[in-house]
């Protein structure tokens, strides 16, 4: 539609070796009208930093006319969005958020920034999936979905960016892997 968003594995086409290394991300987006925003996982607008390859490829990315929670996109936990939903998103961001203190204080992680992405599309694409400091979900254009339901799925993609899998989790900055 209006925008794009995508995991930078999917879209990114980057040096094998070398890494970490200088990268320089601006966004170009004079073709798509006044309003138009680029953000990432990263953070939001243009970004210059030592990056690892895995902070790239693991980084969500979306522009266009992106709405945000704060509605400024700055802070230490935002929520990005291209298309309105009919349910509660904004509702749920805010008590994700105050979950994802509470997790975060838990793993010893309190400094840490955390983005959460939302797609639209026509069909189902209800589930999500973890990325770094961030996460992506979808929903389908025109459903209402469940408080329940929708803050179930929320806490689960949160907690993966501190549980990676089975018997293995990230404390602080640090992973460690236990037999379980």
Same mark, same amino acid.
């Given at each position: 539609?209006?925008?794009?968003?995508?995991?930078?594995?999917?879209?990114?086409?980057?040096?094998?070796?070398?890494?970490?290394?200088?990268?320089?991300?601006?966004?170009?987006?004079?073709?798509?009208?006044?309003?138009?925003?680029?953000?990432? @996982?990263?953070?939001?607008?243009?970004? @210059?930093?030592?990056?690892?390859?895995?902070?790239?490829?693991?980084?969500?990315?979306?522009?266009?006319?992106?709405?945000?929670?704060?509605?400024?996109?700055?802070?230490?936990?935002?929520?990005?969005?291209?298309?309105?939903?009919?349910?509660?998103?904004?509702?749920?961001?805010?008590?994700?958020?105050?979950?994802?203190?509470?997790?975060?204080?838990?793993?010893?992680?309190?400094?840490?920034?955390?983005?959460?992405?939302?797609?639209?599309?026509?069909?189902?694409?209800?589930?999500?999936?973890?990325?770094?400091?961030?996460?992506?979900?979808?929903?389908?254009?025109?459903?209402?979905?469940?408080?329940?339901?929708?803050?179930?799925?929320?806490?689960?993609?949160?907690?993966?960016?501190?549980?990676?899998?089975?018997?293995?989790?990230?404390?602080?900055?640090?992973?460690?892997?236990?037999?379980?």
């Amino acid at each position: 539609g209006q925008g794009f968003h995508a995991s930078g594995s999917i879209f990114l086409a980057l040096p094998t070796e070398g890494w970490p290394r200088q990268v320089d991300l601006d966004w170009n987006l004079s073709t798509m009208g006044e309003g138009h925003r680029g953000v990432s @996982s990263l953070g939001q607008g243009s970004l @210059s930093g030592r990056y690892d390859r895995g902070d790239l490829t693991g980084s969500f990315f979306m522009a266009g006319p992106v709405i945000s929670q704060p509605e400024s996109g700055e802070g230490p936990f935002v929520g990005y969005w291209l298309t309105p939903p009919v349910f509660d998103l904004q509702g749920a961001l805010s008590k994700i958020e105050a979950a994802y203190a509470e997790i975060s204080s838990f793993f010893g992680d309190e400094t840490a920034p955390f983005k959460v992405f939302m797609r639209t599309t026509e069909r189902f694409a209800g589930g999500g999936t973890g990325g770094r400091s961030s996460f992506i979900f979808g929903t389908v254009a025109g459903e209402v979905r469940e408080d329940e339901e929708l803050l179930g799925l929320l806490v689960h993609e949160t907690l993966h960016n501190w549980l990676n899998g089975l018997g293995e989790a990230k404390i602080g900055r640090a992973s460690c892997r236990e037999r379980v």
